[in-house]
């Protein structure tokens, strides 16, 4: 005859979650708080870190980009030229053409209303907007 399964105890075992951490916001959230209301010299701090990390992230990132794209065009034209691949220009040169006019009415959709929030922004928050274009410039340099 067929046995009937062990019969577990009605008490489970739960994992007991710790939501302090929900309530009172993450770590950074506490640090930070709401940065508009804190001290010029908090403001312009955080601006100025969060600015370089950008800045130095971008230039990173974009000297990669660079060189990724540089890398295959010129693998291209070598291989173009090596007579391994051919490269039909007049229909790159049309699907170039339909990106930048389908990216040029893209942007002239977003681009008015960024640069309205943006200024917004910058002119509410103008010590943490300068730290963060300061940070950002230094960023950029180093």
């Known amino acids: 005859m067929d046995q009937a399964p062990d019969i577990e105890s009605d008490e489970e075992e739960f994992e007991v979650l710790d939501l302090s951490e929900v309530r009172n916001g993450t770590w950074l959230q506490r640090v930070l708080g709401d940065v508009s209301k804190a001290s010029v010299a908090k403001q312009i701090t955080v601006g100025g870190a969060s600015g370089w990390c950008a800045g130095y992230l ?8 660079a060189a990724a794209l540089g890398g295959s065009l010129l693998l291209l034209q070598i291989a173009n030229y090596q007579g391994y691949i051919k490269i039909n220009w007049r229909k790159v040169r049309k699907g170039v053409d339909q ?27 103008l010590f943490l907007a300068g730290g963060f274009a300061g940070g950002f410039l230094l960023g950029l340099a180093s």
């Open 58 to 65: 971008f230039c990173k990132v974009g000297k990669a980009a």
């Open 99 to 125: 990106a930048k006019k389908r990216f040029g009415q893209q942007a002239n959709q977003t681009v008015p209303g960024l640069v309205e929030n943006v200024t917004e922004f910058a002119g509410r928050n």
